[in-house]
């Protein structure tokens, strides 16, 4: 059972502090939650096997994810028909794991990186379901790593390239801090670079 002050990953609502642990009507244990990006307050049964609740990454492994970013071969995923197009990403998404929201975001940038012709953007479902990735994993590594949000990709940037010029941990958040000062974002050696809010990296 979770404790009062506990970050928690609460289905798609995302990272959620638990508030309060007590009984409602019934004597049944309910969890008050509080998103850690909204105003909403959440209740649910201790017991609750209809919504996936599970603590969030720690800091080491979300350093860990990072550092695998450059070994991962994003496949871009094609399918004309919206139906299974969504229900392809709606199963990843709900797994609500790091790991498989991060090479969800990389597939669908892979596929807007692909020759188009006369300049078509990403569909409304790929982009849909790229925003609501990016946001999940993106509020869970800042919770992981103790920063604001919006610090999360100009950190991701900076490690990887700290990592490729081989320099010490401190360095990470000197870099980061540079990084976020420029709109475009990007690594010195393009390992990963940030773009229109994407996480994008080499193909």
Same mark, same amino acid.
């Given at each position: 059972m979770y404790q009062v002050g506990d970050l928690i =990953?609460?289905?798609?609502?995302?990272?959620c502090r638990v508030m309060e642990v007590g009984p409602q009507t019934g004597g049944r +244990?309910? %969890?008050t939650l509080e998103p850690v990006y909204? $105003?909403?307050?959440?209740? /649910?049964? =201790?017991? !609750? $096997?209809? =919504?996936?609740?599970?603590?969030? =990454? /720690?800091?080491?492994?979300? @350093? *860990? +994810?990072?550092?695998?970013?450059?070994a991962i071969q994003p496949e871009a995923y094609y !399918?004309?028909? +919206? *139906? @299974?197009l969504t229900e392809h990403y709606d199963t990843i998404l709900k797994t609500y794991n790091c790991g498989e929201l991060l090479k969800l975001t990389m597939s669908i940038y892979a596929k807007s990186r692909r020759p188009k012709p006369k300049k078509r953007r990403l569909g409304a479902v790929d982009e849909s379901f790229l925003h609501r990735a990016e946001d999940l994993l993106f509020s869970e590594l800042a919770a992981a790593l103790e920063l604001d949000r919006e610090q999360v990709q100009p950190y991701i940037a900076a490690r990887v390239e700290a990592a490729r010029r081989s320099l010490p941990p401190i360095a990470v958040f000197k870099l980061a801090?540079?990084?976020?000062?420029? *709109?475009?974002?990007?690594? +010195? %050696?393009?390992?990963?670079?940030i773009r229109r809010g994407f996480l994008v990296l080499p193909l």
């Amino acid at each position: 059972m979770y404790q009062v002050g506990d970050l928690i =990953v609460y289905g798609g609502t995302g990272v959620c502090r638990v508030m309060e642990v007590g009984p409602q009507t019934g004597g049944r +244990l309910y %969890y008050t939650l509080e998103p850690v990006y909204g $105003s909403c307050r959440i209740f /649910t049964p =201790v017991e !609750n $096997s209809k =919504v996936l609740m599970r603590p969030i =990454v /720690t800091r080491q492994e979300a @350093e *860990r +994810l990072i550092d695998e970013i450059p070994a991962i071969q994003p496949e871009a995923y094609y !399918n004309k028909v +919206l *139906r @299974e197009l969504t229900e392809h990403y709606d199963t990843i998404l709900k797994t609500y794991n790091c790991g498989e929201l991060l090479k969800l975001t990389m597939s669908i940038y892979a596929k807007s990186r692909r020759p188009k012709p006369k300049k078509r953007r990403l569909g409304a479902v790929d982009e849909s379901f790229l925003h609501r990735a990016e946001d999940l994993l993106f509020s869970e590594l800042a919770a992981a790593l103790e920063l604001d949000r919006e610090q999360v990709q100009p950190y991701i940037a900076a490690r990887v390239e700290a990592a490729r010029r081989s320099l010490p941990p401190i360095a990470v958040f000197k870099l980061a801090a540079r990084m976020g000062m420029s *709109r475009r974002i990007r690594s +010195l %050696y393009g390992l990963a670079r940030i773009r229109r809010g994407f996480l994008v990296l080499p193909l």
